[in-house]
């Protein structure tokens, strides 16, 4: 038997990369192109993840707020059996209340902050999801979710918007950060009190002090949180605001029809 003799190939070059000859991939153009669909799905995921780790930190911080504040109180429960209502025990009170305070302070600007990062994620995908009714047109009776990114049209998945200030100041105290808040106010106004105590006053005095200061603290976070939030939604762009009634184009009437004349 004979060999066969060897097949000749080329030497290949090292310097040429491997599928060099493949084409290159053409940057996506339009909507259209399905690498579209899955860059905009992507992204859609993303802020829904993150979205859920900004609701995950807001609970758990002020879970740890309440938790603090549950231990400090159970801790000054125990020394008034030891030391009765002395003013040594007065004094402990203040140093205790001082830091739930500062606490709550610190658990209310976080949880606002995460209500700040919630907007932005809500707005992202409001962006999002007018993309996906200009790649498919047909769905966009089936959304219930905002597809416009103005402000107006991201609130609303925060559910129906109150038409007073008054209305928004009892909704805002009916969420976390607002629970937190108002706990963090009669804090504050219980620490004035006790101080008030260990200054001499007494009676209707102490219980004036200590509600003056739980208002203060209460009115001066809620102003704070609105001018926040407004700076916030200030920062937004609407690049698809929705479109108004004055911005619709006006439609041409029809003209009444003639009535037939009559032979």
Do not use: C
């Amino acid at each position: 038997m004979t060999a066969e003799p060897p097949v000749n190939t080329p030497p290949s070059d090292p310097a040429t990369p491997k599928g060099e000859d493949a084409p290159a991939p053409q940057p996506v153009t339009s909507l259209s192109d399905p690498r579209a669909v899955q860059i905009l799905a992507t992204e859609h995921w993303s802020l829904l993840a993150g979205r859920s780790l900004v609701y995950n930190e807001a609970f758990t911080r002020g879970g740890m707020f309440l938790a603090f504040l549950s231990m400090s109180f159970v801790g000054l429960a125990l020394l008034a059996q030891a030391m009765s209502f002395a003013s040594d025990f007065l004094v402990i009170t203040a140093v205790v209340l001082a830091f739930d305070f500062v606490i709550g302070l610190l658990t209310f600007v976080r949880v606002a902050g995460t209500g700040a990062d919630d907007l932005r994620h809500v707005h992202g995908m409001a962006r999002i999801r007018h993309a996906y009714t200009e790649i498919a047109p047909p769905v966009v009776p089936y959304l219930t979710t905002a597809t416009n990114d103005d402000i107006p049209s991201v609130l609303t998945a925060y559910g129906p918007q109150s038409s007073s200030s008054l209305g928004d100041i009892l909704y805002g105290l009916s969420t976390s950060l607002g629970l937190v808040g108002l706990i963090t106010a009669m804090v504050g106004g219980v620490l004035a009190a006790v101080i008030a105590l260990l200054i001499g006053l007494s009676g209707v005095g102490v219980l004036i002090v200590g509600t003056a200061i739980a208002l203060i603290a209460l009115v001066t976070m809620v102003v704070l949180t609105f001018s926040s939030v407004s700076r916030n939604q200030a920062t937004l762009e609407a690049r698809f605001p929705a479109r108004t009634t004055a911005d619709a184009p006006a439609t041409a009437k029809a003209p009444a029809e003639e009535p037939a004349s009559s032979d």
